[in-house]
């Protein structure tokens, strides 16, 4: 289900240093002087030293103030509809994320056979979407138990279990409020998704762990998950989503895949590169997925990447897809977990 999107709050003024040449700075801009600034005592002016300081002070600090504000109102601070209120909200967000990944990885380390139940888990929350209505997509409904008991969630219980228990953990800690399910599913799918690319990592340096760390660090996709990391703040639906949007992966066929991926705006390609959430077994779903013409290249494509040291093209392609699935019809609420935080009363800091 979709949900609004919030607005943030413009960032607060800082204090401006009046610049080396005011007037170059604001002269494309400013309009000119009406008058003639004088640094120097002359005609009809009959002043101290003092005086004459004290006034020039006061119209240079005038002159930055004004150059100042008009450099905070040109430079599109203002933003109606920023990502992040401030800062201070980015930096409280990104703590929390990183929190809650370290607890979902030790989650999966300690089951790993809840791997593939957990990247079913997160597709089945996400593909309920639909483009017609604008409802279903990655919010959460599947945690429900008439949507979780359904034939094509089948086994996917412990999965939610799991999640469920790292939820308690991520509450407790959390400053900002609860995890909402919607978002604690999709990030289970990317916590999996990297466990496996750093096994797969372990594997081609000969099971030594180390040495894998070190291949999946240089030639990884650790970085490509930037605009994943940003949709963080879905909204939980508090129905289940309609039933028969989504097929039994283990008992469709290759054209109803097809047909219910195309339904959501993906093709072969992203078919293809997310065939290790369609069932527990990912090469048995790449045999059947091979039989059809429209799907076989990239399963070829894919098959071939995994087997260089770096796994570009699988990486990539399926760190943009599951960002795509994961936002699904969704608008995210960029404040999300923020908290206020205590104001520094300055009258009272001793300097």
């Known amino acids: 289900m979709g949900v609004s999107l919030f607005s943030a709050t413009p960032p607060s003024l800082l204090a401006f240093v009046a610049p080396s040449s005011p007037v170059a700075i604001g002269a494309a801009r400013c309009p000119p002087c009406l008058g003639r600034i004088r640094c120097s005592a002359s005609g009809a002016i009959h002043s101290t030293d003092g005086d004459r300081f004290r006034r020039r002070e006061v119209v240079l600090n005038g002159m930055a103030l004004s150059v100042g504000f008009e450099a905070v109102i040109s430079s599109g601070m203002f933003v109606e509809n920023a990502n992040a209120a401030d800062i201070i909200q980015r930096r409280q967000r990104s703590e929390f994320l990183s929190s809650i990944r370290g607890t979902l990885a030790t989650s999966i380390t300690g089951n790993p056979e809840l791997i593939s139940p957990l990247l079913i888990l997160a597709l089945n929350d996400a593909i309920t979407y639909d483009k017609a209505t604008k409802s279903g997509g990655p919010n959460g409904s599947i945690r ?78 650790s970085g490509q998950w930037g605009q994943f990391d940003k949709q963080f703040g879905r909204t939980d639906a508090q129905e289940p989503d309609p039933e028969g949007r989504i097929p039994q992966w283990d008992k469709a066929s290759v054209q109803e895949m097809k047909d219910k991926f195309s339904s959501v705006g993906f093709g072969p390609r992203q078919l293809a590169v997310l065939s290790a959430f369609l069932g527990p077994d990912q090469l048995a779903t790449e045999s059947l997925l091979a039989t059809d013409p429209e799907v076989a290249p990239w399963v070829q494509k894919y098959q071939r990447s995994r087997e260089t040291i770096s796994e570009t093209d699988y990486e990539v392609d399926l760190i943009t897809t599951l960002t795509k699935l994961s936002s699904l019809g969704q608008k995210i609420n960029y404040e999300a977990y923020t908290y ?12």
Not at 161 to 172: F, G, R, V
């Open 144 to 221: 429900l138990s008439s949507e979780i008991d359904r034939p094509e969630n089948k086994g996917l219980s412990g999965a939610l279990n799991l999640l469920e228990a790292a939820k308690k953990e991520i509450d407790s800690y959390s400053k900002g409020g609860p995890i909402s399910y919607a978002d604690l599913i999709q990030l289970a799918a990317q916590a999996a998704v990297k466990d496996t690319f750093l096994a797969a990592a372990i594997r081609k340096c000969g099971g030594n762990v180390e040495k894998g760390k070190l291949v999946y660090t240089a030639y990884g996709s």
């Open 340 to 351: 206020p935080v205590k104001k520094v009363d300055l009258s009272k800091l001793k300097l």
